[in-house]
């Protein structure tokens, strides 16, 4: 029985020796790898002969996703690409596509994400360049979100349920009380309150180091940066994307040096009418509180990812994702049972 990756290669050849105007071998191409993912989609980077000037602006790469249609979606990723590219984001260009075998191939944005780039000497011109292009993709493409699905209340609760039902029962074999679980979700009920209290502008969701690519700019410096995985894009809070970036579970820096990258931001959103000028005091409560909510899901992604899907090396990054709800609920008296609940399980 024919694979998926023969089916895919079966579908390479016939897009390239298409595209080449039957002028050209299609056969000659070479597929390898590209990137792991934390969903059921594959990458691969097809390089070869058949590949050079088929496509205009293709380069001498493609990048070809492999998604299977009973697991995952790609109409998304096609209508978001579109939209980002539209608001003048760098985002890949979708050459090709068959939604019902779940293929897509796409430009190719290079082979260094921010995650293997950041450094001290780096993280300044780089974490600009991505703050650029967030508040680009939040005042471009914020005007044409009619599309989406929005940031509810549903989907901001049923994310923080992540972390109770995959990292504390499933993963901890933790058991809550009922007085325990009883103010665990009036918490969970407050963060759902404060970021839905905040602006609502698109938000990609996953807006973080292993989802950025380096690009060159002017003069060898660096260029706005490739933008990957952003076929879950939302209606939601001005803070979401800001936090996943400057607090990423993948990659941390000082609390003071966040807070004055993340301030400065939420400044110039004020100043463009994305947010509503406000205090300092403010501004940090939006970001840490979403912040939370998003380090609570994510513990819990990262805990299915091993128990369900045999995914253990995002286990490594748990502990860096919950010291941040840690530090942030230590600092706000309403937060202090989770807090509790989080120096019980450490």
Not at 122 to 143: G, I
Not at 182 to 193: I, K
């Amino acid at each position: 029985m024919p694979t998926r990756l023969d089916a895919l290669t079966t579908w390479l050849h016939e897009v390239l020796h298409s595209a080449a105007d039957n002028t050209s071998p299609s056969t000659d191409f070479q597929l390898a790898p590209a990137s792991e993912d934390a969903s059921f989609r594959r990458y691969f980077r097809v390089t070869g002969s058949a590949v050079a000037s088929c496509f205009d602006g293709a380069g001498e790469s493609l990048i070809v996703m492999d998604a299977p249609p009973d697991k995952e979606d790609s109409h998304p990723f096609v209508t978001i690409s579109s939209l980002l590219a539209d608001a003048g984001l760098n985002v890949p260009q979708v050459f090709a596509k068959d939604l019902a075998q779940g293929f897509l191939l796409l430009s190719d944005l290079g082979t260094q994400a921010y995650l293997d780039a950041l450094n001290e000497h780096t993280v300044e011109p780089l974490y600009a360049a991505a703050l650029d292009a967030l508040f680009k993709m939040q005042r471009n493409a914020s005007q044409h979100v009619a599309e989406l699905p929005v940031y509810d209340e549903t989907l901001l609760l049923n994310e923080m349920a992540l972390f109770i039902d995959w990292y504390c029962q499933q993963h901890r074999e933790w058991t809550f009380t009922d007085e325990q679980r009883g103010r665990l979700d009036r918490v969970f009920q407050q963060l759902c309150e404060a970021a839905l209290a905040q602006p609502q502008v698109f938000v990609h969701r996953d807006y973080h180091s292993r989802n950025l690519m380096v690009t060159e700019g002017h003069n060898g410096g660096h260029g706005a940066p490739g933008i990957l995985d952003f076929q879950d894009a939302v209606l939601g809070p001005v803070t979401y994307d800001l936090v996943s970036l400057l607090r990423d579970c993948y990659i941390d820096w000082p609390r003071s040096r966040v807070e004055q990258w993340a301030l400065k931001y939420l400044y110039r959103a004020a100043s463009a009418g994305l947010l509503p000028p406000a205090t300092d005091v403010a501004y940090l409560r939006w970001f840490d509180w979403m912040g939370v909510q998003r380090h609570l899901k994510a513990a819990g992604i990262f805990a299915r990812l091993h128990l369900r899907d045999n995914k253990s090396t995002y286990l490594a990054d748990i502990p860096r994702t919950l010291a941040y709800v840690r530090d942030v609920s230590a600092r706000y008296p309403e937060l202090r049972d989770l807090h509790s609940l989080l120096d019980e399980l450490a």
